[in-house]
């Protein structure tokens, strides 16, 4: 038996057209299990309908309808519930016939002690939290193969971006190696930036999707959120300094940081990632709507703030970053973790790449995302992670 098995959260119906066994039987189960009891099979299959029950319990001899129709009606009606048939000696045949049919687990036979009837129920619902346990087991695992899945295609995009960056990388040295570097054709110099940053880009993708979660679960450590943020905003801004990544003009960056938020565990790196994101998703928002508006002369801006609260015992740590860009029509709003979907008129910029990288590494820490958006006034991303 298992000790540790909470018995009486998993439901029995009893069903039996003897009220004196209905009350004797039911009383015997009521301090161990849930029960709940009919005399009218019909009425049990209606209780089937609207409540889970783990364990159904039917005698074989009844005027409406018989113990193996009943479970067999039951079957089809909640296949994950656990049939047992109570018959006497002599409908043995018709117990048998049920069981080998795959209908009923198991039958009691009316004399047996009652002892014995309690182990046998109590069999009964650990063979159904086993199976409950496996289901739950296999949609994580489905969860997981899913989620390296989109990982491996992202990969492999990134890799074949890597290649064309070094591409690209030659054809822009050719270029400048023969134009000189002092050449001003303002066109041409914008339109070889935008390549540029997105050679950068690339890169950026490739590193960001190249990861493997068993080896990143042994890298987890005790870390400091705000920590973490700090580099990433000076990340950010040195990329600015050395020219690699589009400048931050006229964006500013505010944080507002709780300092008495808790350590968690953490693999740095990927937060970090997730975080760089974030702003870069957030500056692109804000480049878009400033094309989009030819007369905008509002100042981007992007705010990173933590706080934690304490529910039930367990820390809960919250990351917010807004930003006052374009926003996400509502049609987008529940698609824009989804790989390669674009949010923009501009898809090289707003590619749905980064977007795709924040959910996975959230979701990697047991954590929740969650986004209020409105166009033309900017958008809200809440990560939430467990302490």
């Not at 066109?187 to 493997?212: A, G, H, P, V, W």
């Not at 409105?374 to 467990?386: D, R, V």
Request: hydrophobic content about 35%.
């Amino acid at each position: 038996m298992n000790s540790e098995l909470d018995y009486q959260k998993y439901p029995i119906l009893l069903v039996d057209d003897d009220i004196e066994v209905l009350e004797t039987f039911g009383a015997l189960l009521q301090d161990t299990f849930s029960v709940d009891t009919t005399d009218d099979p019909e009425k049990a299959l209606t209780m089937i309908r609207t409540k889970n029950y783990a364990v159904i319990l039917s005698d074989q001899r009844m005027p409406k309808m018989a113990g193996t129709t009943l479970l067999s009606k039951t079957h089809q009606l909640s296949p994950e519930s656990i049939r047992v048939l109570i018959t006497g000696y002599t409908d043995l045949d018709a117990a048998i016939e049920a069981i080998n049919s795959g209908e009923i687990y198991r039958y009691i036979p009316k004399q047996v002690s009652s002892t014995d009837k309690e182990i046998l129920i109590r069999q009964a619902i650990e063979l159904y939290h086993t199976r409950e346990e496996k289901d739950r087991l296999q949609k994580e695992n489905q969860r997981i193969l899913k989620k390296l899945a989109v990982q491996k295609k992202l990969s492999v995009i990134g890799y074949f971006g890597l290649r064309l960056n070094e591409w690209l990388s030659s054809i822009l040295g050719t270029l400048e190696k023969h134009l000189g570097k002092d050449y001003n054709d303002q066109n041409f110099t914008k339109e070889i930036n935008r390549l540029k940053s997105l050679m950068q880009r690339i890169e950026q993708i490739y590193r960001q999707t190249d990861f493997d979660i068993p080896g990143l679960k042994n890298q987890m450590e005790l870390t400091n959120l705000n920590e973490v943020i700090t580099h990433s905003v000076n990340f950010s801004k040195a990329f600015e300094k050395r020219g690699i990544r589009q400048d931050w003009h006229g964006i500013r960056i505010i944080t507002k940081m709780d300092n008495t938020i808790p350590n968690f565990r953490m693999t740095k790196g990927s937060i970090q990632i997730a975080i760089e994101e974030l702003l870069v998703n957030a500056k692109q928002a804000i480049e878009e709507k400033r094309l989009n508006n030819t007369n905008y002369s509002e100042e981007g801006v992007i705010e990173l703030s933590t706080w934690h609260k304490t529910c039930q015992g367990k820390n809960h740590i919250y990351l917010q970053v807004t930003d006052n860009g374009c926003g996400i029509d509502a049609k987008n709003l529940e698609d824009i973790f989804k790989p390669f979907t674009s949010m923009s008129k501009y898809p090289v910029d707003r590619a749905g790449i980064g977007l795709t990288i924040i959910e996975q590494v959230v979701t990697f820490h047991d954590g929740q995302i969650s986004v209020v958006s409105n166009p033309n006034q900017g958008s809200k991303f809440i990560l939430e992670f467990p302490g």
